[in-house]
């Protein structure tokens, strides 16, 4: 079955750095869409990334444009979320997140239990 | 950026009556070459991820009760829960994808027993 494991959360003070990892079983991850979303605490859902099955077009939330970066490891079924230059609003859990099928890619099948990034003094 | 809205932001349905919420799209989200509406329905539980309930604006997600139906076009959208069952209760969100990536979600629908 799907899996989707996030790792690498945790607290991280304002200015900070960050890297989130993706591990994905079940299925063959070099064929789909990836993506981050995120959901701050009590508040709705944020789509943040978006990475092809290659790699070869990445997307942004203009939130997070220019500070964080989405990249994918398809020999090792992982994807992954660089967080620089983190702020309070930045506070969230992630999610990691796979298309409902190959070709319908805007729409999220599966998602991980999240991984909680607190930025905070 | 495609804006989504929805309505109410909240609502409380006795045990077997009928849910309906509302989702509007800032601009059409109809595909006119394929005649698809890009838009899904998404559940959210506490302490729980989402959860796909429907996309194509109608087509039910595997597994999903058919309680659970959606439906419009364009700009308009609605989800219906025939008749609500307790373990209905959660946060609803639309969800539009037929702009460039990233695509966005509605700000959600809590749903509660009355």
């Known amino acids: 079955q799907v899996q989707l494991v996030e790792s690498g959360g945790g607290l991280v003070k304002p200015g900070g750095s960050l890297r989130l990892s993706c591990a994905a079983s079940?299925?063959?991850?070099?064929?789909?869409?990836m993506s981050w979303i995120r959901q701050a605490p009590g508040k709705g859902l944020e789509w943040v990334s978006y990475?092809?099955?290659?790699?070869?077009?990445?997307n942004y939330a203009d939130s997070v444009k220019g500070r964080f970066t989405i990249s994918r490891d398809n020999a090792k079924n992982s994807l992954y979320l660089q967080m620089n230059s983190l702020r309070a609003e930045d506070t969230a859990v992630y999610y990691c997140?796979?298309?409902?099928?190959?070709?319908?890619?805007?729409?999220?099948?599966?998602w991980g239990q999240g991984t909680l990034v607190t930025v905070s003094s | 950026d495609i804006v989504m809205t929805q309505s109410p932001d909240s609502l409380a349905v006795s045990l077997g009556e009928r849910a309906t919420i509302n989702c509007k799209s800032s601009?059409?989200?109809?595909?006119?070459?394929?005649?698809?509406?890009?838009l899904a329905w998404y559940q959210q539980k506490p302490g729980q991820p989402p959860k796909l309930l429907i996309y194509?604006?109608?087509t039910r997600e595997s597994g999903v009760p058919d309680r659970f139906s959606g439906s419009g076009s364009g700009t308009d959208f609605t989800l219906t829960i025939s008749s609500l069952q307790a373990e209905d209760v959660a946060v609803y969100y639309c969800?539009?994808?037929?702009?460039?990536?990233?695509?966005?979600f509605g700000p959600g629908t809590k749903v509660d027993i009355k």
């Open positions: 969800q539009q994808y037929y702009s460039t990536p990233p695509f966005t």
């Open positions: 601009q059409s989200v109809l595909y006119s070459s394929n005649n698809k509406n890009y």
């Open positions: 997140a796979r298309s409902v099928t190959t070709m319908v890619r805007g729409v999220i099948g599966y």
């Open positions: 194509w604006a109608s």
């Open positions: 990475i092809s099955s290659s790699s070869s077009y990445t």
């Open positions: 079940g299925f063959t991850f070099s064929d789909y869409y």
